[in-house]
């Protein structure tokens, strides 16, 4: 049967599960310039992710991306960054972790690398999606932490097909639909 729709969306903070940031994480729920501020190496938190749409089907991929990410130090030079560790997991396993690196003095868009599988073999599931999970932790700054690390916006971005469109079978002149919504937009509809 063919596929729906590909559609990308995003999982964002749906709940801090633990923090040690000296700033507020749940600020990294939205881009707008309200920011989770992580001000000494080896700052971490762990945060759910809100759950995938109720149209999901299959996956295709899930990505991190960090939007608005700033590593303030005024004695830094252009080439020094910050490392952000970023893992995602489900509360029991990890299925990733990826470092990504933050230049100084500079406001970046980071993104982790695009995973179509949650072990290397297996599609994700729903339920491996509904139940994400973001670490985030500062493992590294060159020449040192300076005024900290600011992340306005950590959230997954997923790319999935909607359920396949229904059936029509020629032979009793119907459409069978055995999940999915459809959505009509002219015509005459007969209920029987």
Known sequence: MPSGRQVTT??????????????????????DNNYAIADAISQAAVIRLTDIPADFNEAISIKVRLDNVR???????????????????????????EDLSAL??????LEGTERTTSNGSAAWTSTQLNDLQLGLEVTAAVPNI????????AYVEVTYFTPPPPSYDSTIGRVI????????????????
């Open 177 to 192: 639909m055995d999940s999915g919504t459809t959505i009509l937009s002219g015509g005459t509809v007969i209920l029987d």
């Open 104 to 109: 100084v003095n500079r406001s970046v868009f």
């Open 71 to 97: 590593f303030d130090n005024p004695a830094g030079a252009k080439s020094n960054a910050a490392t952000i560790r970023t893992t995602l997991g489900d509360g029991s396993t990890t299925f990733y972790t």
């Open 146 to 153: 300076g005024n900290g690390v600011y992340i306005d916006f």
């Open 10 to 31: 995003i999982l964002t903070f749906d709940a801090q599960i633990t923090s040690n940031f000296g700033g507020d994480i749940s600020k990294s729920s939205t881009l």
